[in-house]
């Protein structure tokens, strides 16, 4: 076909990564591929300056896509690659997921200097993490855990921890090892352990709902395990009234005969966990609000 793809990415290092593998992807099929940079609220974010003006955006939802999803709205950009876990639950009407490829490793990582588990690590030590799922699971395994704001990409984080700035961070294992910084991981944390966060390690590719023509493209870049979990996890964290700012952790695997859930959730009472298996044949939908009931 002639028509030339154009994919609306982030700047970041790992943004960039899942981009141009999705373009490697659609190359191989063939097909005519631009990646085309754009900056988001979500990255502004970093600058201390920008979070002092507008305190209002830290904890909104899809920091990380508003300006993407405005060039795809306005047919600036014909797709953009998301890391799921920072797509809202629910799209507006005119966009869609058009694919979700195939899953790699969605649990989280600890990081240290010279090698230190969770357990080597001094008393009151400071973790480098903002996220409220991390912390709280954290802190069920160890309560004198000091957590302390690390913002910025990935390998800026990294070079934070080795500064000094903190004993340890944590870190979604997807991103150090698709950008190859894994040298710093010391633990990869079992979901029983902290359960990720609904549709962490996966990709969605969002394009227009009217776009036929793309939609049928992304079609060949769709795995239909992944897209179930996914799907379930997005519905149990949507059924729980839970963004990316809440401490929910929710995971779903194939298993024998259908899929396994795991959640966490942070309640006034503590931290609960859950554990559900559903058949081959129970949507995801159902799926996910099924671990959702056993976390309210």
Not at 1 to 27: F, K, P, V, Y
Not at 104 to 112: F, K, P, S
Not at 194 to 208: H, K, N, S
Not at 233 to 244: D, F, H, K, M, S
């Amino acid at each position: 076909m002639s028509r030339t793809l154009r994919i609306g990415s982030r700047g970041s290092q790992l943004a960039l990564w899942q981009a141009n593998h999705i373009a490697q992807l659609l190359r191989n099929l063939g097909h005519t591929v631009e990646v085309e940079i754009i900056k988001t609220t979500g990255d502004r974010l970093q600058e201390a300056a920008f979070r002092a003006a507008h305190p209002e955006a830290v904890d909104g939802k899809g920091i990380f896509i508003k300006e993407i999803e405005e060039a795809l709205a306005a047919g600036a950009v014909d797709l953009a690659v998301h890391s799921l876990k920072d797509l809202p639950t629910e799209l507006a009407a005119e966009f869609t997921v058009g694919a979700v490829p195939s899953r790699v490793d969605a649990r989280d990582a600890l990081l240290t200097v010279g090698g230190k588990k969770l357990e080597d690590l001094p008393q009151g030590a400071r973790v480098g993490t903002t996220s409220p799922r991390r912390q709280s699971q954290l802190l069920a395994m160890r309560n004198d855990l000091r957590f302390i704001e690390m913002r910025g990409n990935v390998d800026t984080r990294i070079r934070k921890l080795v500064e000094g700035q903190a004993e340890a961070i944590v870190l979604a294992a997807a991103g150090l090892e698709r950008l190859g910084l894994t040298a710093h991981i010391t633990h990869k944390f079992e979901v029983t352990e902290i359960c990720p966060a609904p549709g962490q390690g996966a990709l969605g590719i969002e394009c227009r709902v009217n776009d036929v023509e793309m939609r049928g493209i992304l079609a060949h870049l769709e795995d239909a395990a992944t897209r179930y979990a996914v799907t379930a996890e997005r519905a149990g964290l949507a059924a729980l009234g839970g963004g990316c700012a809440v401490p929910i952790g929710i995971y779903c695997e194939r298993a024998a005969g259908g899929y396994v859930l795991y959640g966490s959730r942070q309640t006034a009472q503590g931290l609960k966990r859950a554990e559900v298996a559903v058949g081959e044949y129970v949507t995801a939908e159902v799926a996910g609000r099924t671990i959702a009931a056993e976390m309210a």
